[in-house]
């Protein structure tokens, strides 16, 4: 199965790249990450759209037409149903966001909103991903198989991965809107931190030249160390007073957008590791219809 040409790929990477951007901006505008940006030398006219929410709206109102113009365009394409399918969970996702945030159009947004609004936006994030990542693939050609006989477990830490991650967002916007302590948090970090490292690194051990396996637990893992990186930077600041910085800032909300972005990778491991795990010869989880 060939797809359909490589312009619905690549606009499915710009709707997915716009969406995080959405992300970062949105964090900066709604006071969910602290700091001041008037020292940060931004131009005035910046500051002024970042802090009114004027951008952040533009670019929701751009990620959602293009959400909406890239269902458009898979609904016709000759790629597998299930492809298509996460054009319909973007869509989807996006307008739950919409609604959990017309409950507070001002920011900031209120503590109650907070928590699902941080699971359904990486969320949303996500499913553009794996729009645009299995968009990529020649379906003409099987899926480069492994056995992972050895390593039954490996599927169950796949499946579990992405949900701990989703419960780790959840904790840390808690933390951020003083819902729970940082503890929480910390302890949701380590088990997260976990489970990807020993699924990236079996796999890279394992299977070190597995065509998608590899490329795809080293994206998942260097995104897992950059927000590791990201979340000590940020409690180290705010132990020292410095939570009021523009740097504290910037990078407050790089760590919601590297999140999203570890989200994003562990669910496209999951399911690599589901369409190309082999156990005693039978495929290891769900069977991906290759089939219009």
């Keep these: 199965m060939h797809l359909p040409g ?3 790929s690549r606009f499915a990477v710009a709707t997915a790249a716009v969406a995080l951007l959405l ?15 008037t020292g940060s030398g931004l131009p005035v006219s910046l500051i002024r759209g970042l802090t009114s929410g004027r951008y952040h709206i533009d670019l929701a109102i ?21 492809v298509r399918a996460t054009g319909w969970v973007s869509a989807s996702l996006f307008a739950i966001d919409c609604a959990i945030m017309a409950w507070s159009p001002v920011p900031p947004v209120g503590a109650a909103l907070a928590i699902p609004h941080a699971i359904v936006a990486p969320l949303f994030f996500a499913s553009l ?3 645009a990542y299995y968009m990529s693939l020649d379906w003409i050609n099987s899926p480069d198989t492994v056995d992972i006989s050895a390593w039954p477990s490996l599927l169950t ?18 933390y951020r809107h003083k819902i729970f302590s940082v503890m929480p948090h910390m302890a949701g970090a380590m088990v997260a ?7 990236s690194v079996q796999l890279l051990q394992n299977f070190p030249t597995n065509e998608t396996l590899r490329p795809t637990a080293l994206a998942a893992m260097s995104a897992l160390l950059l927000q590791v990186t990201l979340g000590i ?8 007073d410095f939570d009021t910085s523009t740097v504290f800032a910037f990078l407050a909300a790089a760590h919601i957008c590297v999140g999203a972005l570890t989200l994003a990778a562990s669910v496209v491991l999951s399911l690599e590791v589901r369409r190309c795990c082999v156990v005693s010869g039978s495929l290891a989880g769900t069977q991906f219809r290759t089939e219009t």
């Design 129 to 131: 991903v794996v729009t």
């Design 62 to 82: 751009a990620t959602g037409a293009m959400t909406v113009l890239l269902l458009i365009a898979l609904i016709p394409s000759n790629v597998p149903g299930w």
């Design 23 to 37: 992300m970062g901006v949105g964090a900066l505008s709604s006071g969910i990450v602290q700091g001041d940006l």
């Design 233 to 240: 930077a940020i409690f180290v600041m705010r132990l020292l």
């Design 6 to 8: 490589p312009g619905i």
């Design 193 to 199: 931190t976990l489970l990807l490292l020993v699924l």
């Design 157 to 174: 830490i796949a499946n579990l991965t992405p949900l701990a991650i989703v419960i780790q967002i959840a904790l840390g916007a808690a």
